[in-house]
């Protein structure tokens, strides 16, 4: 794997009032890498991905991506990375073809709005309502936006969540092309047979805290057996009660 860093957590830590949503987080992305960050529900992986998104601002620590820290620099960061979120609300009431071209004022770079549309099949939605569209073509167009900017690193959250197992699939091989296209893939899943399948790396989280990044085959080898799925990795280091 190439191992040039493109973003770098130090010690990150995001408060809300009483809540420690995320408790001191240190870790490394590379170029070119699918990183998946798994953990329960509230266990701060959002969180997380919002602040290397510059969407919201470590309460202490350091967040750099590209270079770029995201409390000083977060509008050169923008205009670098892509980001789908979980709600796609907010292009509900556009159609296909509008939303692109709206997402694309919004940028000094871009990649050729054709060249989007054709790599995520897109053609024959553009006159529709983004509402009106299943849940696989919504995800894709909130994909195509994020892709506007031609993102050196992309982030999704729980991007295949809710999606048929074929609109996950078909989902995840634009997502390895994408990885192809020598971009780095950051994302969030509750789909365990997708972290090990597509993931170059699983970063997971519990209460807060990083407590492993590895290869799916080397969380695996952690497990008290040496052996197992990445299911037992959830329900063992995941998903394990703390001091566990
Ligand atoms: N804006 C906010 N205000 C207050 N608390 C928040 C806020 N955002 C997140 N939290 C809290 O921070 C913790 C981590 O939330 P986060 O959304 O990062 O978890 P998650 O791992 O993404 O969960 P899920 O799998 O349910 O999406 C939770 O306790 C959550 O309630």
């Given at each position: 794997m190439n191992e040039q860093t493109v973003i770098e957590l130090h010690d990150a830590k995001k408060t809300y009032g009483t809540v420690q949503a995320v408790r001191g987080i240190s870790l490394n992305v590379y170029k070119g890498e699918v990183l998946g960050i798994i953990g329960a529900n509230g266990a701060g992986k959002t969180t997380t991905l919002e602040m290397m998104m510059g969407l919201i601002e470590p309460t202490s620590g350091s967040v750099s991506v590209l270079g770029h820290d995201v409390k000083k620099q977060p509008m050169e960061l923008k205009e670098k990375i892509g980001i789908q979120l979980?709600?796609?609300?907010?292009?509900?009431?556009?159609?296909v073809g509008e939303a692109i071209n709206l997402f694309q004022s919004y940028y000094k770079k871009t990649r050729d709005s054709k060249e989007i549309i054709r790599l995520l099949g897109l053609e024959p939605y553009l006159k529709q309502f983004v509402k009106k569209l299943s849940g696989g073509w919504q995800q894709r167009t909130a994909l195509a936006l994020a892709l506007i900017n031609d993102p050196e690193i992309i982030f999704l959250d729980?991007?295949?969540?809710?999606?048929d197992p074929k609109a996950r699939h078909d989902l995840w091989e634009i997502i390895l092309q994408l990885r192809g296209e020598g971009k780095t893939i950051l994302l969030s899943t509750h789909y365990m047979e997708e972290a090990n399948k597509y993931c170059d790396r699983v970063a997971v989280i519990r209460s807060g805290e990083l407590v492993a990044c590895d290869t799916p085959a080397n969380l695996i080898k952690m497990l008290p057996s040496g052996q197992g799925t990445m299911d037992d990795v959830y329900v063992e280091i995941a998903a394990a009660t703390k001091g566990a």
């Amino acid at each position: 794997m190439n191992e040039q860093t493109v973003i770098e957590l130090h010690d990150a830590k995001k408060t809300y009032g009483t809540v420690q949503a995320v408790r001191g987080i240190s870790l490394n992305v590379y170029k070119g890498e699918v990183l998946g960050i798994i953990g329960a529900n509230g266990a701060g992986k959002t969180t997380t991905l919002e602040m290397m998104m510059g969407l919201i601002e470590p309460t202490s620590g350091s967040v750099s991506v590209l270079g770029h820290d995201v409390k000083k620099q977060p509008m050169e960061l923008k205009e670098k990375i892509g980001i789908q979120l979980q709600k796609t609300s907010l292009y509900d009431r556009i159609r296909v073809g509008e939303a692109i071209n709206l997402f694309q004022s919004y940028y000094k770079k871009t990649r050729d709005s054709k060249e989007i549309i054709r790599l995520l099949g897109l053609e024959p939605y553009l006159k529709q309502f983004v509402k009106k569209l299943s849940g696989g073509w919504q995800q894709r167009t909130a994909l195509a936006l994020a892709l506007i900017n031609d993102p050196e690193i992309i982030f999704l959250d729980e991007p295949t969540t809710g999606l048929d197992p074929k609109a996950r699939h078909d989902l995840w091989e634009i997502i390895l092309q994408l990885r192809g296209e020598g971009k780095t893939i950051l994302l969030s899943t509750h789909y365990m047979e997708e972290a090990n399948k597509y993931c170059d790396r699983v970063a997971v989280i519990r209460s807060g805290e990083l407590v492993a990044c590895d290869t799916p085959a080397n969380l695996i080898k952690m497990l008290p057996s040496g052996q197992g799925t990445m299911d037992d990795v959830y329900v063992e280091i995941a998903a394990a009660t703390k001091g566990a």
